[in-house]
């Protein structure tokens, strides 16, 4: 099933370090054949052969699977059609042959509709259609190869395979070849609608979980096998297909419409080998493909408004690409037209797309181009290969990732995206590490992909509670919107810089934002602030109550280091203040975070108590005191009473005293307070500070 241009071997290969691939198994030749071992058992020297055309999926443990194709089995006579089914572990680089057989151009073994076994499976095929559903059950359509009868064309069965089980089930369409499709109502689903036979669509999983198929060739509601433009979802949950766009005929054209506008009566011509792709918004793209010759138009088409809009290159067949400067985007740089059904989604929103059979900047044949589409600037860029076809492949250490490493150009490649977004792939038609001549590879590779520039700052990653932060985004695409993680539906501000709330937190938290650039290709970023908590600051003082032109220390506690006016300290001051004063100190904690305590030390004017006497007979001390206080009675008449009474003339203490020196204990609150000693013959009073 070839349609190759005769060759034109050129020997220079062009590099980008901004993205390298690595040959990570299978051999740098042509024509290996395949070894299986024996069915559900790994080995070091088991794995697919050279081959093309290939279904591939990639489970949910990141597991990648791959069917059928035409190639070489366990012998290297010549090519067949297969319908081997292998399992690929990347923590192991190790494969497994888990289904199929591992003889040429099987018949399909369908059993009963809708009923799975271990000994149901579908017969040798390639280019047939494929996906990975949200349940992460594999689901397979058609392709060219063998049914349930002899022969070899085109059909349109549609098979399930779920690896927990290991087990096919056939779901619907023919066990039979060369069916024409039942197309009943545009956007009616129905249980009697099935898509023709065909291979090499495009397809998608949208967002809404259903799968999706578009064109191939094959067969329309009448007439022989020819290029489609038919666009089909298929709704699993109730096993029905409805035709949502395109025409049921065949070898349709474009209607291109205006570029850039969308039409309800825009779509892409009938055509093969289209490269499909999902964004982030489940927007699906569709790239050139082979029909009345080899095609570099760019499609969009949205789910919703059903709705098809030409957004680059030609509406005419058979451009030679543009490439300009490798790694530099341009409004005019685009890829030649080509034949390519693998195509990759990176995590930052951006189209990839790598070689396939079609137009360089000069001539017609196999291409190791790689490029990268940005739907935010709806620019291509040349990233790495060749611009000229027909290139040998630099393997350079197998396992070991190096700029100079290069695949040779080649088609119909099986391709996967693992569980964390790197791109791989094996095999493919095309050229080796040293043959003049075209073969079947099993050379397995995989590509580190360069990331987007667009980076989110914060004005400050730590900040304190009560504080706000500027978050930024650089990027060279507008406009911004921006979320926050706790509601990542509804935005709160748009702008390449946002100024968050105030960000408040009694113990240290975190909070996060994300930032999506508009043109609804980008996924949201991230970027986390850590809320740091306010320190809790005290300050306590020795004497709350002191005497004037007295010394007194105030402790302050709760934060690392401390502030007091223009003193600096590590928790203590000494203060000698002339009159009542409020103190304010600033404790500074973890990343800079300060907060304030305050203390009002008392002063009062203390003067000797004998002042306050009538009579020198009489001493009190200490005054001021704490919580014990010594009277002396020199003539004064035995049998005299103590009072202490706060500053509104409320009785705090009744004492009597009986000797000539008396000492009171007691616990009061401090402050100022007034006393009185009475006896028979006389009577005294003044001033008592309590600390």
Not at 100 to 114: A, E, F, I, P, R
Not at 197 to 202: F, L, T, W, Y
Not at 518 to 542: G, H
Request: hydrophobic residues 35%; aromatic residues 12%.
């Amino acid at each position: 099933m070839r349609n190759l241009i005769p060759l034109l071997l050129i020997f220079f290969i062009y590099h980008l370090p901004a993205q390298n691939f690595t040959w990570i198994r299978g051999s740098n030749t042509i024509s290996p054949v395949t070894n299986y071992g024996a069915k559900g058992f790994t080995g070091s020297a088991h794995g697919p052969g050279g081959r093309h055309g290939a279904a591939t999926w990639t489970d949910k443990n990141g597991n990648m699977w791959l069917f059928g194709g035409e190639g070489y089995g366990n012998s290297n006579a010549t090519t067949c059609w297969l319908n081997d089914l292998w399992k690929y572990d990347p923590l192991t680089n190790l494969w497994t042959w888990m289904q199929g057989d591992s003889v040429c151009n099987t018949l399909g073994k369908y059993g009963t509709m809708g009923v799975s076994s271990p000994t149901v499976t579908p017969g040798g095929r390639e280019f047939a259609q494929c996906w990975t559903d949200t349940a992460g059950v594999f689901w397979l359509l058609g392709g060219a190869g063998y049914s349930s009868t002899g022969g070899f064309s085109q059909m349109n069965d549609l098979w399930k395979y779920n690896p927990s089980n290991n087990q096919w089930t056939w779901i619907g369409g023919s066990n039979l070849l060369s069916q024409n499709g039942i197309y009943g109502t545009q956007g009616s689903p129905s249980s009697s609608n099935f898509p023709g036979a065909r291979q090499s669509a495009g397809t998608w999983v949208g967002k809404d979980g259903h799968l999706y198929l578009f064109g191939g060739r094959g067969y329309g509601a009448t007439g022989p096998a020819q290029f489609l433009n038919d666009l089909w979802r298929y709704n699993i949950a109730t096993n029905q297909w409805t035709w949502i766009h395109g025409t049921n005929l065949i070898g349709q054209p474009g209607v291109y419409g205006t570029l850039g506008v969308p039409a309800p009566t825009n779509m892409p011509g009938g055509k093969e080998f289209p490269a499909s792709w999902i964004d982030d918004a489940g927007m699906f793209y569709l790239f050139g493909g082979r029909g009345a010759g080899y095609f570099n138009d760019l499609w969009k088409y949205n789910v919703v408004t059903n709705n098809w809009t030409w957004i680059h290159g030609a509406n005419t067949a058979n451009q030679k690409g543009l490439y300009g400067t490798m790694g530099v985007p341009s409004s005019t740089t685009v890829p030649g037209g080509r034949l390519n059904n693998h195509g990759w989604t990176d995590p930052s929103g951006d189209l990839w797309l790598f070689g396939g059979q079609g137009w360089s900047a000069t001539t017609l044949n196999l291409l190791n181009d790689l490029w990268r589409y940005d739907p935010c600037s709806n620019q291509w860029t040349w990233m790495k290969g060749s611009d000229t076809t027909n290139r040998l492949g630099v393997y350079g250490t197998i396992g070991q990732t190096a700029t100079t490493n290069m695949p040779g150009s080649r088609t119909y490649i099986s391709f996967w995206t693992d569980k964390n977004g790197k791109p791989w792939f094996i095999g493919g038609e095309g050229f080796d590490a040293g043959s003049v001549s075209i073969g079947h590879m099993n050379d397995l590779w995989n590509i580190q992909l360069p990331k987007r520039s667009d980076t989110l700052y914060a004005s400050q990653n730590n900040v304190c509670s009560g504080n706000t932060v500027t978050l930024s985004v650089n990027s060279a695409f507008s406009p911004i919107t921006w979320y926050a993680y706790s509601a990542p539906q509804v935005p709160v501000a748009s702008g390449t810089t946002f100024i968050t709330p105030t960000l408040t937190a009694v113990t240290p938290t975190t909070v996060s934002y994300l930032a999506q650039i508009n043109c609804l290709a980008k996924p949201k970023s991230t970027i986390t602030v850590s809320i740091q908590s306010l320190p809790s600051v005290s300050l306590t003082s020795a004497q709350p109550t002191i005497c004037s032109g007295s010394s007194v220390m105030l402790t302050a506690a709760g934060a690392q280091t401390y502030t007091m006016g223009t003193a600096n300290g590590s928790g203590t001051f000494i203060v000698t203040p002339s009159s009542t004063v409020t103190y304010t100190v600033i404790g500074a904690g973890p990343y800079g975070c300060t907060n304030t305590a305050t203390l009002t030390e008392y002063v009062t004017i203390c003067v000797g108590i004998d002042s306050f006497f009538k009579s020198s007979a009489v001493t009190i001390y200490p005054n001021p005191t704490r919580d014990q206080l010594t009277i002396l009675l020199n003539d004064i008449d035995s049998h005299s009473e103590f009072y202490l009474y706060d500053l509104q003339g409320k009785l705090i203490l009744n004492k009597t005293i009986s000797v000539t020196e008396n000492t009171i204990s007691f616990k009061i609150v401090p402050g100022f307070y007034l006393y009185r000693l009475t006896s028979q013959s006389t009577e005294h009073s003044g001033k008592l500070i309590i600390q």
